[in-house]
């Protein structure tokens, strides 16, 4: 067995290779950037070492800073983990180069398969069926567009390397495959460094359904199971499960005979996957049609349901690969126990699902039977623009596909986090779908069963709780001098103190006005306060197990906000402080663009005075990996802007004014 490990990276995937570690007894070294110094995989290693700045080119994708923290703390191994440098052959040719042992395949098989026009090219040849498309990467634009007239519509333009989706564009009609081809480079420019690019043809009713594979260095190939990915937004996995509630023995035989011979034809070590997509059309058929989509040549981020199905540590099968031992169980030996799925938590909207950042300042994670956590925070861990916006996931096993859902939306509904807006009930909303539970997933999901989907609203009781806090927090703040702050506290007034509270996520986000009154005889608190919401009359604040957990948080400008989580979900609640008069100087026509996101401009396509159509693209912001275009609504006049081309801006920035046309 290896005997010190550096772990390549960050977060939830760095803390579950290290409690792996933690658990065979092998030393290891974390690694941080500035920015994760107080994070939790910082001091679960037996040393950390510091690699640079925040921002990941000068850390966590510093070769040389890497490689210097391994070869000072006498590791005889690095684990790259996902992500990052976890399928860059250059970084693991440099670690062999090093002396150290990379765990993953080799530096070829990295490259290889990193390219997808090469990776469809040579496993083709093998005989495992790949999506009909131009696979010459070479090709200019006119090329490409003159063989996507010849393929025709639709189309999906994707970038040569990396994955998740980025670089990766549908075209539903050829008029969009110039744009599209535009924007999949410079967006694979940006992420990967090479804007290379092929076209497929768009799968019909597509139901992305992956193979789990091992290698060893003695020949032995074998698969583990498949899993079920279809349900994604922007091209990333969302939900996850093993295994497919679709997939028969005879179909699984299929595809895990098509994942070993790729994996076999390529000379593969280690742990891998093998993604494909099957037509949902074709289920019924006897021979239900499948193509292979890509190779991520590394641990996947859902490997979790494959262990609880089969019993198996992935990371402990990746080390001991690497060690060069023998793989410990032969093809007829895997096993499938019961069923898991998994859910993804990113820091994001869950509405327009744009990244958030902020600083977690309560968690709370599930517990109980068949219930898993891999998360990357803790308390105060700080969300930052500078990372992929996943915090982690949730995971729930059950004998059978039903409980195992049931248990996964008790595990979400129990969870807590304060701090920094989450995903979290689009999440239960996928769940408790119908049609999620019959198991009629395919890539169009979202879009199909969840368009416009919003939260519910809060009750009446839960925006009264919200304006208690408040209440109580402006009591508190205020006690030394209470005329210190003109805010939602107020004395006097036949209706009781105003609260008024916005809540983002609400259809429409209008405000909400609540009304607070002491009750006689009850002693000073908020459990004292009776509450009118909108001329409904609430009782006084009962002290029992299920009122709603609340904390007040002051932003840096002052602002005050509640975080409120009860009945399964987390809301975010802004105050709203009393109007006092109307500034007759503020502009009514013209019209500020702000920044969806943290994030930073990558590009700015107009110029001051410039004219423009509805749906013109006018700021292209980047954050976590993911490209956010600001379009004009109505047609309309650029007045001025306000950033530039590389600028860093935070949410809510003013990106440029508008005055529409009349």
């Known amino acids: ?14 803390r579950r290779v290290l409690r792996t570690c933690r658990r065979l007894g092998v030393s290891t070294v974390a690694v941080y950037s500035d920015a994760d110094v107080h994070e939790p995989h910082r001091s679960e290693a037996d040393t950390a070492v510091r690699i640079g700045p925040g921002p990941a080119p000068a850390s966590y994708l510093d070769v040389d800073a890497l490689l210097d923290a391994a070869v000072r703390t006498g590791c005889d191994a690095v684990h790259p983990g996902y992500g990052f440098l976890a399928e860059d052959a250059g970084f693991a040719r440099r670690v062999g180069e090093a002396g150290l042992v990379f765990v993953g395949p080799t530096p070829e098989v990295i490259a290889l398969m990193g390219d997808k026009a090469a990776a469809k090219r040579r ?82 009713r597509p139901r992305h359904i992956e193979v789990q594979v091992l290698a060893d260095h003695h020949g032995a190939v074998i698969h583990l199971l498949e899993r079920e990915c279809s349900v994604q937004r922007r091209h990333q996995k969302l939900v996850e499960e ?64 494959t262990e609880l199905v089969t019993g198996l540590d992935l990371v402990e099968l990746q080390l001991r690969v ?24 990113y820091a994001e909207d869950p509405v327009e699902q744009l990244p958030q950042t902020g600083t977690v300042t309560a968690l709370r994670l599930p517990e109980g039977p068949g219930v898993r956590t891999d998360v990357g925070i803790a308390s105060g861990s700080e969300v930052t623009r500078f990372y992929d916006p996943m915090l982690g996931k949730l995971i729930a096993h059950g004998p059978d596909r039903a409980s195992a859902i049931s248990r996964l939306r ?20 996928i769940l408790a779908h119908p049609a999620f539970a019959a198991g009629e997933l395919t890539t169009a999901f979202l879009p199909e069963h969840l368009a416009g989907w919003r939260p519910p609203p809060l009750s009446d009781a839960e925006v009264a709780a919200a304006a208690r806090a408040l209440h109580a927090d402006g009591v508190a703040s205020s006690a030394a001098d209470p005329w210190a702050r003109l805010g939602a506290v107020r004395t006097g007034g036949g209706g009781g103190w105003p609260v008024t509270l916005r809540d983002r996520a609400a259809v429409p986000p209008a405000a909400r006005t609540v009304h607070l009154r002491r009750t006689p005889g009850r002693p000073p608190g908020p459990d004292g306060l009776q509450a009118t919401v909108e001329s409904t009359r609430l009782p006084t604040s009962p002290d029992t197990p299920q009122q709603p957990h609340t904390e007040v948080v002051r932003r840096a400008d002052g602002a005050r906000q509640v975080w409120l989580s009860s009945d399964g979900r987390t809301r975010l609640l802004e105050e709203v402080p009393p ?27 107009v110029t ?36 530039r081309t590389g600028q860093a801006v935070e949410a809510g920035a003013t990106l440029l004014t508008f005055d529409p046309s009349s």
Do not use: W
Not at 126 to 153: K, N
Not at 243 to 265: E, K
Not at 421 to 427: G, K, M
């Open 1 to 14: 067995m290896l005997e010190r490990v550096l772990v390549a990276n960050r977060g939830e995937i760095a």
């Open 123 to 204: 496993l083709a040849a093998a005989g495992v069926p790949v999506i009909p498309g131009e696979d010459d990467a070479s090709l200019d634009d006119a090329a490409l567009i003159a063989a996507g007239q010849e393929l025709g519509a639709p189309l999906v333009v994707k970038a040569v390397a990396g994955g998740g989706g980025t670089g990766m564009r549908v075209v539903h009609e050829l008029d969009e495959l110039a744009e599209a081809l535009v924007s999949a480079r410079r967006e694979a420019r940006g992420a990967f460094g090479d804007d290379r690019v092929i076209l497929e043809r768009l799968v019909a």
């Open 242 to 305: 093993a295994p497919s509630p679709v997939v028969d023995d005879a179909l699984r035989n299929r595809l895990g005979d098509a994942a070993v011979t790729a994996a076999a034809a390529v000379g593969y070590r280690g742990a891998g996957t093998l993604e494909f997509l099957v037509d949902g059309t074709t289920l019924g058929a006897e021979e239900p049609t499948f193509a292979f989509l890509e190779m991520n040549t590394r641990l996947q981020v859902e490997h979790p349901v």
């Open 322 to 345: 690497a060690a060069g031992e023998h793989l410990p169980l032969t093809q007829e030996q895997v096993r499938c126990d019961g069923h898991a799925i998994e859910v993804r938590l």
């Open 410 to 429: 008790a595990a979400l509904a129990t969870t807590v986090v304060h701090g920094v807006v989450t995903n979290r009930e689009l999440l239960d909303a």
């Open 579 to 605: 109007v006092r008069h109307a500034d007759a100087t503020a502009p009514t026509a013209a019209a500020t663009f702000t920044s969806p996101m943290p994030g930073t401009v990558i590009a700015v396509e």
């Open 608 to 643: 001051e005075g410039q004219e423009v159509t509805a749906g013109t693209t006018l700021v292209l912001v980047e954050a976590m990996k993911m490209e956010h275009p600001v379009r004009a609504p109505v047609a309309g006049v650029v007045t001025a802007l306000h950033v």
